[in-house]
């Protein structure tokens, strides 16, 4: 009888109960064999955690002390799960019983292969993907990341278009499996993002240390998606833009991280330019408040950052050779490609200028 793996599905929340209680019974109807489901609580003050234990006895709850954000909530949590694979699955998506075997079945086939994502599609609309992870997240080479069936506002409707599963250059936050010992090996995620594009920079960690970043195409689900911050909440735009040069700080060589911020600085004032025309003021301070957090930041010599807990190494020097670094970035500029020559969809793209 073949071994099947351990797999643990662990739901972080934050006064979620709504979520909850309309989301968790799709979650319980999963067959996969070797499961365990687990929630995570961030010092929730809605009654999440009775809730939880009053209707779901069963389920173990891991709680924090405090709201750790999304980043701390789970470095904390999974220290004390115990599995071979991790599913960070979000408290607002809907699963169907099977959408776990065929992720687990592709990243076996594969050793290199340290995070995966299924297909993800939108809740209220069934028919087009969802703007947290669509079809698989790609990059291009100033640190803008956009997916197949997404680039910025636009979103795809699934006409059968990505229904195959292969290498992408990150997975989604939203229902990202992860092995345990690669999610330990990257040191998990980097505190400092507290939400929002934690994710990319995990996979692009874990892409420098020579794994592989997986699409799903066989296995979907379905997300909300806003379900702690609004896509209008101006703290979400902060978070956004600085943790965009996090990404950057983190994952590219010096020389290479110094000339693509400064690109993107002067991008992301385009940006804030374009907020204050539009009459979004907090928008725009917010984009200014990131900039500042993440100069700052430069200047603080005792803070620990990521890259003191992970091994040294960089794009350009994998551990494993036999591995594309690069697998799903795009050469050029997307903000060009979408805002000047107008192409909408992934497909439009070139595909000869992804590496």
Request: hydrophobic share 40%.
């Amino acid at each position: 009888m073949s071994y099947t793996p351990k797999v643990a599905v662990v739901i972080l929340n934050w006064n979620g109960i709504k979520h909850l209680r309309e989301f968790l019974p799709s979650v319980l109807s999963s067959i996969y064999p070797n499961l365990d489901i687990i929630i995570g609580d961030n010092a929730s003050t809605d009654g999440s955690v009775e809730f939880i234990k009053q209707e779901y006895p069963s389920i173990r709850i891991i709680e924090n002390d405090d709201n750790y954000g999304f980043t701390g909530g789970y470095n904390r949590v999974l220290e004390h799960v115990e599995a071979d694979y991790y599913i960070l699955l979000n408290s607002d998506v809907e699963v169907s019983p099977g959408w776990i075997q065929p992720v687990i079945n592709l990243m076996e086939s594969d050793l290199l292969i340290a995070a995966a994502a299924p297909k993800i599609l939108a809740y209220n609309q069934k028919d087009h993907f969802e703007h947290a992870g669509a079809a698989g997240g790609f990059i291009d080479r100033y640190g803008y990341p956009f997916c197949q069936g997404r680039m910025f506002y636009e979103i795809e409707e699934d006409k059968g278009q990505y229904e195959q599963s292969g290498e992408v250059f990150w997975a989604t936050g939203a229902a990202l499996f992860i092995k345990k010992h690669c999610w330990h090996e990257a040191s998990g995620f980097d505190d400092r993002f507290f939400a929002h594009m934690e994710e990319i920079d995990l996979c692009w960690r874990l892409k420098n240390m020579g794994y592989k970043v997986m699409y799903c195409a066989e296995s979907e689900v379905f997300h909300l998606g806003g379900g702690t911050l609004n896509v209008e909440n101006p703290f979400k735009t902060y978070l956004n833009f600085r943790n965009n040069l996090l990404l950057l700080q983190n994952n590219l060589p010096f020389w290479r991280a110094v000339f693509v911020i400064s690109i993107r600085i002067w991008m992301d004032l385009l940006a804030l330019l374009r907020f204050l025309t539009e009459g979004k003021r907090k928008d725009a301070w917010a984009v200014s408040r990131a900039h500042q957090n993440f100069v700052l930041s430069l200047f603080k010599r005792q803070h620990q950052s990521i890259k003191d807990k992970r091994p040294k190494v960089t794009a350009a020097d994998c551990t494993l050779p036999t591995v594309n670094c690069k697998k799903g970035m795009y050469k050029g500029s997307l903000v060009w490609e979408f805002f000047v020559k107008k192409k909408r969809h992934f497909t439009d793209l070139d595909p000869d200028r992804f590496y």
